[in-house]
């Protein structure tokens, strides 16, 4: 199983203010995935991260509101920029089990960050 | 996008008692995932299912792939204090994206 680390494990910003969230995990992998976890709520796919190209965002984000660096097989980072308390949540990578199917997804701790 | 129901929204009971949970969709999936979440934590993933009427189990833990492949269920015999946490039930959607449905929260009296 793959070992995810990730960097801040909370933070507490001010609004107008970007923070970048770094995944670390401790094999290569070929898919990264950040996730937004809102209060109370489920998770949403942000965006998939491959090496060597650009990330993928989902229906309702936008690489301006969230860039995402995936440099290499086992790192990358999520910055969530011009922050308003509405992004206030828990972000969390995931990578896909290798050899399996790409839904099988180990996660990350998360960042729980606030936005005041 | 699709969206999956999962029920209860919660659950409060007693050690020792056993667990069922369901997760329904308006779609079919050709593939069904539990996964934990105990607080403070990332999601765990507990059992994967990819075939209509497969049943799976992973120690006090049984999911089953539902006949229509519109939902799935996860049972838990003799819960246990750990065993508290969120329970998400997830899916494809398209391409690698995985639709995670509300979460059932577990607690357990001891």
Do not use: H
Not at chain 1, 73 to 96: G, K, Q
Not at chain 2, 75 to 104: H, M, Q, R
């Amino acid at each position: 199983s793959a070992v995810i680390s990730q960097k801040p494990s909370r933070d507490i910003c001010q609004r107008g203010t970007s923070l970048t969230i770094q995944c670390q995990v401790d094999s290569q992998v070929t898919m990264m995935f950040w996730y937004r976890q809102q209060p109370g709520q489920s998770l949403t796919l942000i965006a998939t991260a491959n090496q060597g190209s650009e990330a993928t965002y989902e229906s309702g984000f936008v690489i301006d509101k969230f860039p995402i660096s995936r440099p290499n097989l086992t790192f990358s980072t999520l910055t969530v920029s011009n922050m308003s308390p509405e992004d206030s949540s828990i972000y969390l990578c995931s990578v896909d089990k290798p050899g399996t199917s790409p839904y099988e997804q180990y996660f990350g701790p998360g960042t729980r960050l606030t936005v005041t | 996008g699709q969206q999956l129901n999962q029920s209860p929204q919660s659950m409060f009971i007693q050690e020792g008692e056993d667990v069922s949970m369901n997760c329904t969709s308006s779609s079919i999936f050709n593939t069904w995932l539990w996964y934990k979440q105990e607080p403070g934590e990332g999601p765990v993933l507990l059992i994967a299912l990819y075939k209509a009427g497969e049943l799976t189990s992973n120690g006090r833990l049984t999911a089953q792939f539902g006949i229509t492949r519109k939902d799935s269920f996860l049972n838990i015999s003799a819960s246990i204090p750990s065993d508290v946490g969120i329970y998400f039930c997830a899916g494809p959607e398209y391409g690698n994206k995985l639709v995670f449905g509300a979460g059932t929260i577990l607690r357990v009296k001891s």
